[in-house]
Nanobody
Framework: QVQPVESGGGLVQAGGSLRLSCVAPGRTSLTNTMAWFRQATGREREFVAA????????IYGDSVKGRFHISRDSGQNAAFLQMNSLTPEDTAVYFC????????????????WGQGTQVTVSS
């Protein structure tokens, strides 16, 4: 089994940056794809970014393209989300997710989920 654990959330002013980390100890074969999702209060969970183990061709949600950057350390089963130019609309709980095969934006296709880390952006 795999249990992702997120860290790095917090409070930041609009225009600022944060870097989220996710470590997923366990069988590395189960985490070929790692991703970030977010959920704001009263809203559905939203895809943010995903990356394969090779780090080739990561994908991003439209609302974060050009501002967020996903990367990973495959040797440690870790993924990172660098968030720049943050706005209050980025306020949400950010979740790390993992799956064995294939890269996808659909949250129901990820098998392993962390507990989430809160990101709050003040105006």
């Amino acid at each position: 089994q795999v249990q992702p654990v997120e860290s790095g959330g917090g409070l930041v002013q609009a225009g600022g940056s944060l870097r989220l980390s996710c470590v997923a100890p366990g069988r590395t074969s189960l985490t070929n794809t790692m991703a970030w999702f977010r959920q704001a209060t009263g809203r559905e969970r939203e895809f943010v970014a995903a990356i394969s183990r090779s780090s080739a061709a990561p994908i991003y949600g439209d609302s974060v393209k050009g501002r967020f950057h996903i990367s990973r350390d495959s040797g440690q089963n870790a993924a990172f989300l660098q968030m720049n130019s943050l706005t209050p609309e980025d306020t949400a709980v950010y979740f790390c997710a993992a799956r064995q095969f294939g890269i996808t934006i659909r949250d129901d296709e990820y098998d392993y989920w962390g507990q989430g880390t809160q990101v709050t952006v003040s105006s």
